[in-house]
C-alpha cells in the first residue's frame, strides 16, 4: 500500500512538472510570436512610409515634366505592378505547401524558396498585396491628378478631368484585381515557383 501510494505520488509530481515546464515553453513561444510581430509591424511602418516618400517625390517630379502619352503609359505601369503583386499574394496564401516539398525531394530549382514563401504567406499577402498595392493606389492616385492638370491645360479645358480619370483608374485597378483573383486560384503553384525562381537568381531567397 504505501509503495502504491508513494508512486502515485511520484507520477502527480512528475505530471505537475511537466504541465509547469510545457506551460513556461508555451509562454516563451507566445512572447517570441509577439516580438516577431511587433517588429514585423514596425518594419511594415517604416518601409511603407520610405517607399511611399520616394515613389512619391520620384513620380510628382519625373511625370510633370513628361508628355501626356508618356505620363498615360506610367499610370498604367503603376496599375500593372499593383495587380500583379495582389495576384502574388493571393497565390502564395493558396498554394499546397506539400506539392512543393515534393519537388524539393527531386531537387527542382526555387521549391525550397517557394516552401519559404507559403510558409510566411501572412507577411508575403501583407507585403504585396497591403504595402505594394497601397503605395500603387497612391502612385496611381497623384499620377492621374497630374494627367488630368496636363490635359486641362492642353486643350483649354473648362471642367475638371480628375473625377472621370480617378473613376476610370479605380474601375481598372479593381477590375485587374479581380481577374489577377482568379488567375492566382487558378495557377498558384506555378505563380509561387516562378517568384521563388526570380528570387533565387537574384540572391534574395
Known amino acids: 500500500m504505501n509503495n502504491s501510494s508513494e508512486s502515485s505520488t511520484g507520477n502527480l509530481k512528475n505530471n505537475k512538472k511537466s504541465q509547469s515546464n510545457s506551460n513556461v515553453k508555451g509562454s516563451k513561444n507566445s512572447k517570441k510570436s509577439n516580438n516577431s510581430n511587433v517588429k514585423w509591424l514596425i518594419s511594415v511602418f517604416i518601409i511603407t512610409f520610405v517607399l511611399s516618400i520616394v515613389f512619391s517625390f520620384l513620380s510628382t517630379n519625373s511625370i510633370s515634366n513628361l508628355s501626356i502619352f508618356s505620363a498615360i503609359l506610367i499610370l498604367f505601369l503603376v496599375i500593372l505592378v499593383g495587380i500583379f503583386f495582389d495576384i502574388v499574394g493571393v497565390a ?12 524539393a525531394s527531386k531537387r527542382i530549382a526555387g521549391s525550397k524558396t517557394s516552401v519559404k514563401l507559403i510558409r510566411n504567406s501572412a507577411k508575403v499577402a501583407n507585403f504585396c498585396a497591403d504595402i505594394v498595392g497601397d503605395i500603387c493606389g497612391v502612385l496611381s492616385g497623384s499620377i492621374s491628378a497630374l494627367i488630368a492638370i496636363k490635359i486641362t491645360d492642353a486643350f483649354n479645358l473648362s471642367f475638371n478631368l480628375q473625377f472621370i480619370i480617378s473613376a476610370i483608374v479605380a474601375s481598372l485597378t479593381v477590375t485587374g484585381k479581380a481577374f489577377g483573383k482568379n488567375i492566382a486560384q487558378k495557377n498558384s503553384a506555378k505563380i509561387v515557383h516562378v517568384v521563388a525562381s526570380i528570387l533565387n537568381k537574384m540572391h534574395l531567397n
Open 92 to 103: 502564395v496564401t493558396v498554394a499546397d505547401e506539400d506539392e512543393f516539398h515534393a519537388k
